[in-house]
């Protein structure tokens, strides 16, 4: 269990993974994100990884279509209507898309296709998508265009 009662199994981790056993990381099988700090990996769930961390996924995991996942450990956002659901997405990009660690990548007509969807499935309160790439903002671009127009 998680602070603030968030349980592992309402988590959902893709990572191509390949930092914590890499021969250049002088700490196998563990992550630090500054000289002195803990272990940011152990622990973590683990749920699609090299090539399962994929846009197809991806798209799967937040649509909760479990058939349409391949590979990884079939976990998707299983939400209520009461939910609040929290995407943390950090890679490379460039305008109009992000990057994936494996296969294409995650297209704004696409993403906001997904979005979409989700938000007529009504399957959650609240959505909060952060998103940490070069350029990211492009990738909203068209919602922010007609909020502020």
């Known amino acids: ?8 199994e309402n988590i959902t981790v893709f990572m191509y993974n390949d930092i914590a056993n890499n021969t250049e990381n002088p700490r196998p099988g563990v992550i630090i994100n500054n000289l002195h700090g803990h272990d940011v990996y152990k622990g973590v769930p683990k749920d699609y990884v090299g090539e399962d961390a994929n846009a197809n ?13 391949v590979g990884g450990s079939g976990n998707v956002l299983k939400s209520g209507p009461y939910d609040h659901i929290f995407i943390y997405y950090t890679d490379h990009g460039t305008a109009g898309f992000i990057t994936m660690p494996s296969g294409e990548s995650i297209y ?7 979005l979409k969807k989700k938000h007529a499935s009504g399957t959650y309160d609240s959505l909060v998508f952060y998103l940490e790439a070069y350029e990211s903002g492009s990738m909203f671009w068209h919602i922010l265009w007609r909020w502020y127009s």
């Not at 996924?57 to 996942?69: D, E, P, Q, R």
């Not at 704004?108 to 997904?114: A, E, Q, S």
Request: hydrophobic share 45%; charged share 20%; no cysteine.
């Open 1 to 8: 269990m998680k602070a603030g009662g968030l349980q592992d």
């Open 57 to 69: 996924n991806v798209y799967n995991v937040i649509l909760a279509n479990k058939s349409g996942v």
């Open 108 to 114: 704004t007509d696409d993403l906001f296709k997904v």
